[in-house]
């Protein structure tokens, strides 16, 4: 079956720009996530959407990230005001309930340049 | 606070060699464990996930790894190692408090060598 698909693969843009990213998880799976990779932080974790529970937002560096998931599937993560310290590459996960033994199930990442 | 410690950012094995990647945890409750490997521009694979339920792990494409809680670690091995084998690879904890979200070690690239 289809897997986590994230859109657009590649996003050039620049400083002080907003940005949209988007995740269509897969179907059926209440739990998404949003991670960040980069270089020097490695893998870190941003947000995550449980079904149509309030949003664990621990994760976000700063007020210029939020994210919205609507109708339980598709997600967009928005960075307003874009710096060059958000170049990373984003990734999203789902799973299917959330707990925390349940498989997360990646996409293949956005790759965010701020120039 | 629960953490992740992967030594060796770069390792480097022989066609054929053992794989032994290195993964040492901090959690002040019981972890549940994962090791996910990473292809070049790709999203990460699950290759394992410890739950408690067995201390010997077996994953996908002949990897395994043993939860050793006197140690700390959750090493991950493969007895032979092929060149498709190469990727990175990320340890990660999910505990108890958590909402399943996972922290991630540094990451170990594996490269293998003809």
């Known amino acids: 079956g289809a897997g986590v698909s994230q859109s657009p693969s590649n996003k050039v843009t620049e400083k002080g720009k907003d940005v949209e990213l988007r995740c269509d998880p897969i179907s059926g799976h209440t739990a998404l996530y949003w991670y960040r990779q980069s270089l020097g932080q490695g893998l870190e974790f941003l947000i995550y959407?449980?079904?149509?529970?309030?949003?664990?937002k621990s994760g976000l560096p700063s007020d210029r990230f939020s994210a919205e998931r609507t109708g339980g599937s598709v997600s967009t993560l928005t960075i307003q005001r874009t710096q060059q310290e958000d170049s990373a590459v984003y990734l999203c996960?789902?799973?299917?309930?959330?707990?925390?033994?349940?498989?997360?199930?990646f996409g293949p990442g956005t790759r965010l340049t701020v120039l | 606070a629960q953490s992740v410690t992967q030594l060796g950012s770069h390792v480097s094995v022989s066609e054929g060699a053992l794989v032994l990647l290195r993964c040492n945890y901090s959690?002040?409750?019981?972890?549940?464990l994962f090791w996910y490997v990473q292809y070049p521009n790709q999203g990460l694979q699950l290759l394992l996930k410890y739950t408690s339920a067995a201390t010997l792990v077996k994953g996908i494409n002949g990897f395994e790894a043993e939860f050793k809680k006197s140690e700390t670690s959750f090493h991950l091995t493969k007895p032979s190692a092929h060149m498709s084998d190469a990727a990175e690879y990320f340890c990660a904890v999910s505990g108890i408090g958590s909402q399943g979200n996972l922290i991630f070690g540094k990451g170990t690239k594996l490269s293998v060598k003809p």
């Open positions: 959690s002040s409750v019981p972890p549940y």
């Open positions: 996960a789902s799973s299917g309930t959330g707990g925390v033994v349940d498989t997360q199930y």
């Open positions: 959407f449980q079904g149509n529970s309030a949003p664990d």
